[in-house]
């Protein structure tokens, strides 16, 4: 075999590996690396280049004793959770699915956590669970979508990949030294005189120890048989996507390293900015064209421009309303705020569904 002969095939690997690159992007190579697959490690470089700044410094922020980087933090989160309107309600073909589900249930949980501290407190302590199942949704979502994008069966590893995300949001938790400040909520059930639920802090950290042997002792074989069969996938035609890949790797990466070590307490900040980051990414991408159609200006070549505005000055003007609010003394506030966090959650799951097709 000649040299030539040996140097064509490899340069038409990577001409093809080059155009399954191209074509693999949900959106556009600089739009997903910047909005999806690096996420996470961006926000992991801000976080750690924010630590010993004058921003992280405590302060009085809108009468609030608290620095700028929580403060920013904090607005971001809550516009996030808001801007999930653009894919319910103004999204007419999703909205027409469930109308009930966008009007009435809101309403009756509303009135429900107005008229029971127990369904108010309970809400609340699982608000920040399901906030870490979401995250791992999302991961997953994307990570489907780019496996989609390969050309593979919507089915094939689907639940392999469900369960990677559970461990790589949960386990790093579970087994690293955020564990308490998450089961901590517990404590707010001392309002409703529960002595059952107060106690589940103290038997989480007197037990922290075999959480951590058990996340481990599930996780490493998990990841095993995981990798194991995604090759048996290939063996029989999967197409690896290596958007996919870097975008679990990324994750994986910021996830053990902030939930699982915290360094210099950063852990909350950097998860919950590039899961929002990801978010308006993903609203934007999708919902654009119905956004500027309720703004008038569909078709026109400012009109994906407008909507992005949008999106960000509701959501935005939202999450400075909401992190300003004083929300001890109106609990009105506090249960709305509840509210849009909790249908957050629940509108995105089962719009990731409905919307399969439409990506």
């Known amino acids: 075999m000649s040299s030539s002969d040996t140097i064509f095939p490899a340069a038409l690997k990577a001409r093809v590996f080059a155009r399954v690159l191209r074509s693999g992007y949900i959106v556009s190579p600089f739009y997903d690396w910047v909005f999806f697959i690096a996420a996470p490690l961006i926000a992991l470089v801000l976080g750690l280049a924010l630590v010993g700044t004058p921003l992280e410094e405590t302060s009085g922020v ?102 990677l995300n559970i461990f790589l949001y949960a386990g790093p938790i579970a087994a690293g030294v955020t564990l308490l400040d998450h089961v901590d909520d517990f404590y ?107 703004l008038g200006c569909e078709g026109r070549a400012w009109g994906k421009w407008a909507a992005l505005f949008t999106i960000v000055v509701v959501g935005m003007s939202y999450g400075v309303f909401a992190e300003g609010a004083d929300i001890d003394t109106h609990t009105w506030l506090f249960a709305l705020f509840l509210l849009i966090s909790l249908m957050h959650f629940w509108y995105d799951g089962f719009i990731w569904s409905v919307a399969r097709k439409q990506v």
């Open 62 to 163: 809108f009468d609030h004793e608290k620095s700028w980087v929580d403060f920013g933090i904090g607005v971001f989160i809550f516009a996030h959770l808001l801007i999930v309107i653009f894919r319910s309600h103004l999204n007419p073909k999703i909205f027409s699915l469930y109308p009930w589900r966008f009007t009435l249930i809101p309403i009756a949980l509303f009135a429900a956590m107005m008229t029971s501290n127990w369904i108010l407190i309970s809400c609340s302590v699982l608000a920040t669970f399901w906030d870490v199942y979401h995250s791992g949704m999302q991961t997953f979502g994307l990570s489907r979508i780019y496996d989609a994008r390969a050309g593979n069966q919507p089915q094939l590893g689907r639940t392999l990949d469900w369960i």
């Open 188 to 294: 707010e059930f001392a309002e409703v005189g529960s002595v059952f639920f107060t106690s589940v802090p103290i038997f989480a950290e007197s037990n922290a120890h075999y959480l951590s042997a058990a996340v481990i002792a599930t996780g490493v074989p998990f990841l095993a048989f995981y990798l194991w069969s995604y090759w048996r996938f290939w063996r029989n035609g999967y197409q690896v996507s290596p958007q996919k890949v870097f975008l679990l790797l990324s994750t994986a990466a910021c996830s053990i390293y902030a939930w699982g070590f915290n360094p210099f307490g950063m852990a909350f900040f950097i998860m919950n900015f590039f899961h929002a980051w990801q978010y308006f990414a993903i609203v934007w991408w999708a919902e654009q064209g119905n956004v500027s159609k309720v």
